[in-house]
T-cell receptor, first 115, second 111 residues
């Protein structure tokens, strides 16, 4: 059984650029969530996708957007990058859409640095 | 709004010592409570959970009891090992079904 994978591992961008991060869900999981983890902080919920539709969003601006594909893999897109977007971005997949029920399986993350 | 507060680290202990990492929460109603662990270079893993008051979650020798009266979910282990060195996150899921993490506590175990 393949776990959650994310690409790339590290990424350096400059302010104003756009970035796309990718995530492959654990086999059989239909729900994917994205989190931003700033240095020294806990992960913060960005949004969740269930069966290719957004199913909940945290306090992040619209320049953070996502996609989920029919094979349940997912992308996180961030436009107009700002310095404060520098963080570890985590993807997590799960079987159930309800956060209280499910066990989320996390990928190792993508470290984004914005200069 | 909902929030989680956990003790700041790093926490440094010798092998076989007793571990407590404090976690308190603020939430309306009865949230579900979780501990996640992040080993170096790996993604977060669910360590244990409790979904109602007085429930005790346990896994790998770790335990935490959901205390409604003190709004706490402290993580304990009787005898830690070097392999327990990691960052530990307390988290809750409230009525809005969104997960809120604490800031994490880094644990170092010395041989």
């Amino acid at each position: 059984e393949t776990g959650v994978t994310q690409s790339p591992t590290h990424l350096i961008k400059t302010r104003g650029q756009q970035v796309t991060l990718r995530c492959s869900s654990q086999s059989g999981h239909n729900t994917v969530s994205w989190y931003q983890q700033a240095l020294g902080q806990g992960p913060q919920f960005i949004f969740q996708y269930y069966r290719e539709e957004e199913n909940g969003r945290g306090n992040f601006p619209p320049r953070f957007s996502g996609l989920q594909f029919p094979n349940y893999s997912s992308e996180l897109n961030v436009n107009a990058l700002e310095l404060d977007d520098s963080a570890l971005y985590l993807c997590a997949s799960s079987l159930f859409v309800t956060a209280a029920q499910n066990e989320q399986f996390f990928g190792p993350g993508t470290r984004l640095t914005v200069l | 709004g909902n929030s989680v507060t956990q003790m700041e680290g790093p926490v440094t202990l010798s092998e076989e010592a007793f571990l407590t990492i404090n976690c308190t929460y603020t939430a309306t109603g009865y949230p579900s409570l979780f501990w996640y662990v992040q080993y170096p270079g790996e993604g977060l893993q669910l360590l244990l959970k409790a979904t109602k008051a007085d429930d005790k979650g346990s896994n790998k020798g770790f335990e935490a009891t959901y205390r409604k009266e003190t709004t706490s979910f402290h993580l304990e282990k009787g005898s830690v090992q070097v392999s327990d060195s990691a960052v530990y996150f307390c988290a809750l899921v409230g009525r809005d079904d969104k997960i809120i993490f604490g800031k994490g506590t880094r644990l170092h175990i010395l041989p």
